[in-house]
């Protein structure tokens, strides 16, 4: 099936493994965005022969409005449809509940930037499109110092739900993925950033990262990706509105 698929935040983690799952189909047309350019054209320049999908890149910072504005206006110069779109950009800055800046700075990618993209693509959507926005098991749960992150990754659930009730009559499905401990370089951040603060080497707080874990390992985001593959084909159209939770069982064990 010849697709047209736009990714935000491809140049790494889960964004990248997305991409890599639909480039090896030659039939799609990837559109792959993030802030980071370089890395993203670099990890395309690398891929040689693995890519079969034709794929362009651009510098996009989702939660510049304006920026996004004249990026789809570029867009549909040069695509009939979007036929899907995965939301993966987003940050992980922690803040102490009296720290405005970071919540201004989270919530303006994770919640304003998500929305943008999606309001600002829908025009290009085609019936039976399909939209998939990356939340996070702190979409339903809450953590210390993460007030801004919390609030980002609730608020795109709603977002999937609402807005999963506008498109259905076109039969276009809007669903979450929230995921949890997938090893990424944001993971891989955040537990650096814990390893400072706690004083330990990063081996140290990986194997105790994994001690808490029902599954003692972290899950891969091609392990994500295969979930956005499922979401976004044709067998899925009766799934919408939903939050889909990739996370070993750990927020639901003890
Ligand atoms: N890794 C995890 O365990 C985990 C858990 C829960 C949720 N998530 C969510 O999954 C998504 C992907 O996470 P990841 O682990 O792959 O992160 P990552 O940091 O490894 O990759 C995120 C990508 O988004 C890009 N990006 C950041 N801000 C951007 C902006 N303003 N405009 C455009 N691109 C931007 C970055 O350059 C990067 O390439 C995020 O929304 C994250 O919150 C990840």
Redesign the pocket.
């Known amino acids: 099936m010849s697709r047209t698929i736009l990714i ?8 990248r493994a997305v991409a890599e799952n639909f480039a090896a189909d030659a039939s799609h047309r990837l559109i792959l ?4 350019l370089p ?1 993203l054209q670099r990890w395309v320049d690398e891929q040689h022969g693995q890519i079969k999908a034709r794929v362009e890149t651009h510098a ?4 510049d409005l304006p920026g996004m504005e004249a990026f789809f206006k570029m867009l549909a110069k040069q695509v009939d449809y979007v036929d899907v779109l995965v939301n ?5 800055n922690e803040n102490e509940p009296e720290d405005l800046h970071n919540w201004h700075k989270v919530i303006s ?2 919640l304003n ?1 998500t929305f943008y993209v999606t309001s600002l693509c829908l025009p290009l959507m085609p019936d039976r499109g399909r939209i998939i926005n ?5 979409g339903r749960a809450g953590k210390v110092r993460n007030t801004a992150y919390c609030a980002s ?1 609730h608020g795109i659930v709603g977002m999937t739900k609402a807005l999963a009730m506008d498109l259905a009559p076109r039969l276009i499905t809007v669903n979450a993925i929230l ?4 090893d ?4 891989q951040g955040e537990l650096a950033a814990q390893a400072a603060i706690a004083g330990l080497t990063q081996e140290q707080i990986l194997r105790n990262a994994k001690k808490k874990l029902p599954m003692r390992r972290f899950i891969q ?1 091609e392990e994500v990706a295969a979930m956005v593959r499922y979401l976004a084909s044709p067998e899925a159209g009766g799934v919408t509105a939903q939050s889909l939770v990739i996370d070993g069982g750990v927020g639901l064990g003890m």
């Open positions: 935000t935040g491809a140049a790494k983690g889960i964004g965005l993030d802030l980071d890395e996009a910072n989702i939660a993966s950009a987003g940050i992980c990618v994770n930037g990356m939340s996070s098991i702190l990754k995921p949890a401990w997938i990424t370089p944001m993971l985001s």
